[in-house]
């Protein structure tokens, strides 16, 4: 199985701040990568997909990109909505893997 | 627009089983693999497999080979997951997803498993 290793598992930051979570996979995933935001009430949102290209609606402040195994989410300027949980997904090969998560916090 | 209604509440006993739906809706559900994820109380996600409606072809991670079987009806563009042999580990969130990536998602059943 594909293991995603995300970092960090959990994150204080400010209004306005820009920051970076990242998904490294074990094996080549050829960018099958999605990034998903969970809010406390357990709703669930997809951001990206295939690792840089951006889903509709979502502000424009998200972007993803990779990097060798390595993948990232970028928030460029924080925004009160975006203090959540997120997720890197692999959808390159079954099983499917989920990254361990990142609790984004305001600090 | 597309929508996954999922199903309520669930309170079971150990042991026994339960069927999990999930209503699609606002798409071709014959063209769409369905994926289904755990979530644990303050634990991640986890994939458990999927089901492509259009000729009910399966895929699942190991560890539920065994505990989970999806099915799906084709006329009523409904998926299932029935989970069986219930323990408390089963107590969980679940989550139907669309498609590759999962690009819309259920709003999630609790499962409890308690006696």
């Known amino acids: 199985d594909i293991q995603m290793t995300q970092s960090p598992s959990s994150l204080s930051a400010s209004l306005g701040e820009r920051v970076s979570l990242t998904c490294r996979a074990s094996q080549e995933i050829s960018g099958y990568l999605s990034w998903l935001q969970q809010k406390p009430d357990g709703t669930i949102k997809r951001l990206i997909y295939a690792a840089s290209t951006l889903d509709s609606g979502v502000p424009k402040r998200f972007s993803g990109s990779r990097s060798g195994s390595d993948y990232s989410l970028t928030i460029s300027s924080l925004e009160s909505e975006d203090f959540a949980d997120y997720y890197c997904?692999?959808?390159?090969?079954?099983?499917?893997?989920f990254g361990g998560g990142t609790k984004l916090e305001i600090k | 627009q597309v929508q996954l209604q999922q199903s309520g509440a669930e309170l079971a006993r150990p042991g026994a089983s339960v069927k999990l739906s999930c209503k699609a809706s606002?798409?071709?559900?014959?063209?769409?693999?369905m994926q289904w994820v755990k979530q644990r109380p303050g634990q991640g996600l986890e994939w458990i497999g999927a089901i492509y409606p259009g000729d009910g072809d399966t895929r699942y991670t190991q560890k539920f080979k065994g505990k989970a079987t999806l099915t799906a009806d084709k006329s009523s563009s409904t998926a299932y997951m029935q989970l069986s042999s219930l323990a408390s580990e089963d107590s969980a969130v679940y989550y139907c997803?669309?498609?590759?990536?999962?690009?819309?998602w259920g709003q999630g059943t609790t499962l409890t498993v308690s006696s």
């Open positions: 997803a669309r498609g590759a990536g999962t690009d819309y």
């Open positions: 997904l692999q959808y390159a090969s079954y099983p499917w893997t």
């Open positions: 606002g798409y071709t559900f014959t063209s769409y693999w």
